[in-house]
């Protein structure tokens, strides 16, 4: 696994005059995520005073579905957009490093962020047709103004916060705690330490349960794993993206615990024991989801890419 112990996200961190020390990074990635909620007030203080105060105004679920989804994407921009200030600026201050260092390098980033999205829903659709395949998924009748052909124009404004959300949370976890505490310590040490921050950055998280957990930590895994071989941040970012949006937007499930606004394709549910479908904290919070990571993080480790072929799926690093 010589891609792993040399990755190009762990060159990029050591162009820095220093590395945050450990027991500086972990409660630092705290610190960025709460205060980057902060971002959110004034979309919230707007949305209170234009349509007042009930019990469903963050799920949006009673607005008009384009409606919905402008107001959830700003929300999503506004509550994680932060997050790439607070660490941007502590990388150029304090280890005065450039902004692209993060892993966001533009030679091949368009080729890069296409296969991440596509994978993306890919992977998050295995899930889901394991899960209907064991008899976990029925379709809702739901309101038809929000799902289908009439929820498309929410659906695809709604994508905007999405790309903001997941790549936000890949800056962090993977675009400086595990490369800093890698190129620092010892790779495998960034590796653990970046998956149970992003795991524990969701404690909070509604309805969670003990697979839920496991499974954001695998998740962390997987997103480690794929940034450091690929040696970048592009695809993560829009795999994590994609992942969210097929949950929410395209499949209808709740998104770790969130309800999401600006409608649905199609209307899935779940039904069954909680181990096989996550129950309201969505697929993430059952074993379909963690088979399919489990297979992820394989192809990732043994993917052979040796050889000049299409598919060589992930470059060792960086051109």
């Given at each position: 696994m010589n891609w792993f112990e040399q990755s190009r996200l762990f060159e990029l961190a050591r162009q820095g005059k220093r590395l945050t020390h450990i027991l500086a990074v972990i409660p630092l990635a705290f610190i960025f995520a709460f205060l980057a909620e902060f971002g959110s007030l004034p979309v919230l203080v707007v949305l209170l005073v234009q349509y007042g105060l009930s019990e469903d105004l963050l799920s949006m679920s009673g607005l008009p579905v384009t409606a919905s989804g402008l107001w959830m994407g700003l929300f999503l921009i506004s509550a994680f957009f932060l997050m790439y200030v607070f660490v941007a600026a502590w990388v150029w201050l304090y280890e005065r490093r450039p902004i692209r260092s993060l892993g966001y390098e533009w030679p091949g980033a368009l080729l890069r962020y296409t296969r991440g999205f596509l994978l993306g829903l890919f992977m998050l659709s295995a899930a889901v047709g394991i899960q209907a395949a064991l008899g976990g998924v029925f379709m809702e009748a739901g309101d038809p103004s929000r799902q289908g052909s009439a929820?498309?124009?929410?659906?695809?404004?709604?994508?905007?916060?999405?790309?903001?959300?997941?790549?936000?949370?890949?800056?962090?976890?993977?675009?400086?705690?595990?490369?800093?505490?890698?190129?620092?310590?010892?790779?495998?040490?960034?590796?653990?330490?970046s998956s149970l921050v992003f795991a524990a950055l969701h404690t909070l998280n509604d309805n969670l349960s003990?697979?839920?957990?496991?499974?954001?930590?695998?998740?962390?895994?997987?997103?480690?794993?794929?940034?450091?071989?690929?040696?970048?941040?592009?695809?993560?970012?829009?795999?994590?993206?994609?992942?969210?949006?097929?949950?929410?937007?395209?499949?209808?499930?709740?998104?770790?615990?969130?309800?999401?606004?600006?409608?649905?394709i199609l209307n899935f549910g779940s039904i069954g024991p909680l181990w096989l479908t996550g129950g309201p904290f969505g697929p993430e919070g059952g074993l379909a989801v963690t088979a399919v990571l489990l297979l992820g993080i394989f192809v990732v480790l043994f993917w052979q890419t040796s050889h000049k072929s299409f598919g060589k799926l992930l470059p060792d690093k960086a051109q």
């Open positions: 929820a498309i124009a929410g659906v695809l404004i709604v994508l905007g916060g999405w790309i903001v959300q997941g790549g936000a949370e890949e800056v962090l976890a993977r675009g400086w705690v595990l490369p800093v505490i890698g190129a620092r310590y010892r790779p495998w040490l960034g590796l653990l330490v003990v697979l839920a957990m496991l499974n954001l930590a695998l998740f962390g895994l997987f997103a480690a794993l794929y940034a450091t071989r690929e040696g970048s941040l592009w695809g993560i970012s829009a795999f994590h993206s994609a992942w969210n949006w097929a949950q929410g937007n395209l499949f209808g499930f709740e998104v770790s615990g969130m309800n999401t606004g600006g409608g649905t």
